[in-house]
């Protein structure tokens, strides 16, 4: 399997920086890995667009509705995505459990949109409410999730997560979850990526992706 390297863009970029961001990372393209864009919604068509040819690329949203098409405004459910290839989505972010008061309940109803819509959940989940979260998702759901581990503590901080206690809580969601792909988020750089490297399946990377050069220098 490869390893699964995620930009997380949050809520950052304006379409010219978008742009010139694909543009920078143009000759990058083409690693062992697969390298996938979460950007934000507005520009999930242009990034759809710029990577339509590119096997080793794939999209991602950044949320999903917890519900299916309807009268829910504001929300982005996964009929609004279909035409333009979006392979995962990122749910339960801590940002978006702190900020916006998402349950475990929510973040299970989002992966059972997802899988309905052909999309592969990336669950977002920190020590303290691993079981509580698995719990919440049906388990015939659970083993369809791709996990990323992101330490509340790491997040936005600069302070990562050392590779030996990521590697126990790896053991400990794949016992949960089953033969699940686990991810490493927190503070990811290619100064400590080697690490994770050996000890995951991927990374879910945050700030460090903002830049294409940067985030390049993780994929080497």
């Given at each position: 399997m490869k390893k699964l390297i995620i930009a997380n863009w949050k809520?950052?970029?304006?379409?010219?920086?978008?742009?010139s961001w694909l543009d920078d990372f143009k000759p990058h393209i083409g690693s062992e890995q697969e390298v996938v864009i979460a950007p934000p919604n507005p520009f999930l068509s242009?990034?759809?667009e710029k990577i339509k040819d590119q096997e080793d690329i794939s999209l991602a949203v950044q949320n999903l509705s917890p519900y299916p098409a309807g009268s829910y405004t504001g929300e982005v459910c996964v009929r609004n995505l279909e035409g333009l290839g979006v392979k995962y989505a990122i749910l339960g972010h801590s940002e978006r459990r702190r900020y916006f008061k998402?349950?475990?309940?929510?973040?299970?109803?989002?992966?059972?949109?997802?899988?309905?819509g052909k999309i592969t959940p990336v669950v977002c989940v920190d020590v303290d409410y691993l079981e509580d979260q698995a719990r919440a998702i049906a388990s015939e759901n659970l083993s369809k999730c791709v996990v990323a581990y992101?330490?509340?503590?790491?997040?936005?901080?600069?302070?990562?997560?050392s590779a030996k206690e990521v590697a126990k809580v790896v053991k400990e969601i794949k016992s949960i979850f089953g033969k699940v792909a686990v991810l490493y988020g927190g503070s990811v750089t290619?100064?400590?990526?080697?690490?994770?490297?050996?000890?995951?399946?991927?990374?879910?990377?945050?700030?460090a992706s903002l830049d294409a050069a940067t985030f390049s220098k993780l994929l080497q």
């Amino acid at each position: 399997m490869k390893k699964l390297i995620i930009a997380n863009w949050k809520s950052n970029k304006n379409i010219e920086e978008v742009e010139s961001w694909l543009d920078d990372f143009k000759p990058h393209i083409g690693s062992e890995q697969e390298v996938v864009i979460a950007p934000p919604n507005p520009f999930l068509s242009m990034v759809a667009e710029k990577i339509k040819d590119q096997e080793d690329i794939s999209l991602a949203v950044q949320n999903l509705s917890p519900y299916p098409a309807g009268s829910y405004t504001g929300e982005v459910c996964v009929r609004n995505l279909e035409g333009l290839g979006v392979k995962y989505a990122i749910l339960g972010h801590s940002e978006r459990r702190r900020y916006f008061k998402e349950s475990h309940q929510d973040v299970a109803n989002k992966v059972d949109q997802c899988l309905a819509g052909k999309i592969t959940p990336v669950v977002c989940v920190d020590v303290d409410y691993l079981e509580d979260q698995a719990r919440a998702i049906a388990s015939e759901n659970l083993s369809k999730c791709v996990v990323a581990y992101e330490p509340l503590a790491a997040i936005g901080t600069g302070n990562s997560v050392s590779a030996k206690e990521v590697a126990k809580v790896v053991k400990e969601i794949k016992s949960i979850f089953g033969k699940v792909a686990v991810l490493y988020g927190g503070s990811v750089t290619p100064d400590n990526d080697d690490g994770y490297g050996q000890v995951t399946d991927g990374v879910l990377v945050g700030g460090a992706s903002l830049d294409a050069a940067t985030f390049s220098k993780l994929l080497q």
